[in-house]
């Protein structure tokens, strides 16, 4: 189980604030690559590799992203 403390939980929000402006404001074709990429990233390591506009969110999004996978790393059952 993962816990998050109340700085973590406000650096949250700050995140996924900034990251839903971002992603809003891509052309809409860009928009589901930039959710993909983020979420392959966050949940199996593979960083994307086409170019294209979504990879200005995902770079925006990489160091919290990193974040993620480390403390859930931290965290296994394993």
């Given at each position: ?7 973590d939980m406000f650096y949250m929000n700050i995140f996924y604030s900034g990251f839903s402006t971002a992603v809003d404001c891509l052309p809409d ?50």
């Amino acid at each position: 189980m993962i816990y998050f403390d109340d700085i973590d939980m406000f650096y949250m929000n700050i995140f996924y604030s900034g990251f839903s402006t971002a992603v809003d404001c891509l052309p809409d074709e860009e928009k589901a690559r930039a959710l993909q990429s983020a979420f392959k990233y966050l949940f199996e390591g593979i960083e994307p590799t086409e170019s294209g506009l979504y990879m200005a969110v995902f770079e925006f999004a990489r160091p919290y992203l990193d974040y993620l996978r480390r403390i859930a790393g931290e965290n296994t059952d394993e």
